[in-house]
């Protein structure tokens, strides 16, 4: 948590992981992040992974609690049309000083309907709303569905095995929440100078067909003819790839620039080596990563002998003291225990969720100095914030709000 | 392009995807982005996919003159104190307009070094400095090394191969660069609303532990004890995986919401089937999108079968016509033609580019509304701007520039 955005009012009404995650950042950056669900819980609300099962309950999406940390959430029938104009409301709402720091809306619910920007700008034409799409024309679309089709899949995993592989990390989800993040910012910025309300659009789609031009994949296949072929783990275009070590570990060798070659081959011991073979190619493979990419077939038996050579320990102890960049493959059981990662890492602190579980979660994944970093926030519970949010944000009384308890319009956190 | 960021300056220091790619969003919402690199080019100016090679020449990076579009390139020789000393007054440089819309810097450069947030800071305590970091502790660790280390090779890929298999696609170095891009207009939120500069460091580390945090990975592995299995290309929660039509195509369906359970049901005439699983086995599967997961291995043969009956064009229509989520597996050059992706899309347009090539190339990844897209920019040519830069952001006369273009400490788009 910083205070960065403190005083802004961002309303989510948002499902998944896109929607989600961008106001996750916002909120870990100090801006009141208020996500409304209806009432019982949207579409991600039991989401695996769950909490292990006990007497007492459990079955609570530790998803749902991790994406959702610092936001307020309030819980409304948006089945019924008293409901969805609550959240219409809601998502158009000025900010509290003056209004010039609210009317900002995250959302993925479609263009045309109850929360179209047409019908929130006529509450609001300051209003800017980001919307998260699958498919730019609107059809249906979800990141696994969109990797497929851009072709990812088929570039991954083993050259000895024909099968797509898809990933397993939602990439593309990922970086459309923290491109939505930043999209919110910039129409904020504009704003502030002076201009209106935007709506920005941001397709899945779209993020992945531009992210794979701005990469050259797109521009590569349209001057080859051809896609990429599949190459196991070797990295493209310079030298990297996995290599086994005499205890039968798996590291994860990178060498990209003239630096970390000339490192990876002192450390290895493979300098003779390798200028014997630079000699027979005539080639410097310290001037061009391409050509180390090029003959790599040829480089790979003196790297797989090296690392052949030594056991795991010894090995990594050689690489860090020669500036080698590497990684070892972890189980996210061994993550865990990596101090780098979560251990000792100061970005995460012990919270107690509303599943009841107490573990390590982290705060805003940058580093802002020289703020001091405040305490990591949890998800709420559904519903936490609904009387507060109706009070302080539509301005409604509390005979007003009993009506809506009364009328099942709205729910607090006992589902009530 | 749109005018959003009209009126910032943001200078760019850095190298490969992240940094990179966070100018790109930067310029592509309407800011003048700074490049600066070393004359001759930096470790990224030669990196593949490369033009094809002619008698002319060819060899330019299509990663690099997709990711640099629309900014402004300055070439310094960054290995002499004078050159150094250019790129420090550079970064620090307020902005045109009383100085409050410049000013930030966006690198990959060390902590500690001639980049030094504290060195800047002495040219200008308002500097906003957004710095892309490998490992948090300053040690070497680049996407794939990382990747490894969290954990997500050895979940990925078939259940049939132990393999860890790393992703093709930079995840951790694509949200790191929205993220950070994000974080620069958020520190600049700050500035706007009175406070001072400050520097927000963004470690790739950091950035993967809190990604596999924020999604339940990390609480899921310290509940069950276990690493989340590999489980191919199975969805993990709810429904969703590879299917084979006759004609031997694969598609990806998903089915994560009940009413994508739903439809697909209808589109594939299973609705009757699965009921009769569902009575025997005494659950829902429609309201619990766990138990579609759970009982996968007994849903499978029927999907298989259903898939199995029909051709690719006579499923997928009917998979149209009913609404059902699913995506092909397409090559590149497939996914080339694909009218939503590419082939139609208006975020695309084709560029000359500094390589001399002309294809599509695309504008900003979000659409703003109501305003127009602007034109697609190129990517500069080395040094193409270096004469403007030093003399609009530095103030230097033509005398100076001359002279340090005789030094050598300086060089434009044709070497010199």
Redesign the interface.
């Known amino acids: 948590m910083y ?6 009012r961002v309303v989510e009404g948002s499902a ?2 896109a929607g989600p ?1 961008c106001g ?2 916002l909120a870990q ?1 100090g801006a009141e992040v208020i996500r409304f669900d209806q009432i019982g819980g949207g ?1 991600d609300f ?7 099962r006990t007497e007492e309950g459990g079955g609570d ?3 749902w ?3 959702n ?1 610092g936001k307020k959430s309030i819980a409304l029938d948006l089945s019924r049309p008293e409901g969805r104009e609550l959240a219409q409301r809601l998502a158009a709402a000025p900010g509290g000083a003056g209004g010039a720091d609210g009317a900002m809306f995250v959302t993925n619910f479609p263009v045309e309907g109850f929360l179209s ?1 047409a019908t929130l700008a006529a509450l609001n034409r300051d209003l800017i709303c ?1 919307r998260v799409m ?4 609107g ?4 990141d ?15 050259t000895d ?1 024909a ?9 593309w989800d ?2 459309t929440g ?6 919110l ?6 704003r ?2 002076g201009e209106g309300g ?6 899945l ?24 072929p599949r190459m ?2 070797d ?4 030298f ?1 790839r ?1 290599f086994t070590t005499r205890d039968g570990q ?3 060798l ?1 060498c ?3 630096r ?1 070659w000339a490192k990876a081959l002192e450390a290895l011991g493979l300098t003779a080596a390798v200028a014997d073979l630079e000699a027979g190619l005539g080639v410097s493979f310290a001037a ?3 050509l180390r ?1 090029t003959h790599r077939a040829r480089l790979y038996p003196l790297f797989e002998r090296a690392f052949a050579a030594k056991d795991a320990a010894a090995l990594t102890a050689a690489l860090d003291a020669g ?14 225990e ?1 101090r ?3 251990k000792d ?1 100061p ?2 602190e012990v919270v107690r969720h509303p599943s009841g ?1 107490s ?5 805003a ?7 001091a970093r405040q305490a990591v926030r949890p998800a709420p519970r559904l519903g936490q914030h609904t009387d507060e949010v109706l009070a302080q944000v539509l301005g409604l009384t509390s005979g007003e709000i009993g009506r809506l308890h009364d009328a099942r319009l709205v729910a607090g956190a006992d589902g009530r």
């Open positions: 205070d960065l955005l403190k005083g802004l998944f992981v995650t996750l950042y950056m579409p039991r989401r695996w992974p769950l909490t292990p999406s530790l998803y609690e991790g994406l940390k920007y980001v699958g498919w730019a024309d059809s249906q679309g979800m696994y569905t969109i990797n497929a089709a851009l072709g990812l899949p088929l570039m991954t995993g083993p095995d099968r797509p592989v898809n990933h397993v990390l939602a990439a990922l970086l923290a491109y939505s993040a930043f999209a910012m910039a129409a904020l910025v504009a502030l100078r935007r709506e920005i659009r941001v397709p789609s779209d993020v992945g067909a531009a992210t794979m031009a701005n990469l050259g994949f797109a521009a590569e296949t349209l001057t080859t003819g051809a896609p990429r196991g783990n990295l493209y275009g310079a990297g996995d798996r590291l994860m990178l990209v620039t003239p970390q061009d990563e391409g990419f500036g080698v960049t590497w990684g070892a493959y972890q189980t996210m059981v061994e993550a865990l990596d780098r990662l979560y890492n970005l995460f579980l573990y390590p979660t982290p705060g994944m940058g580093a802002v100095l020289p703020d």
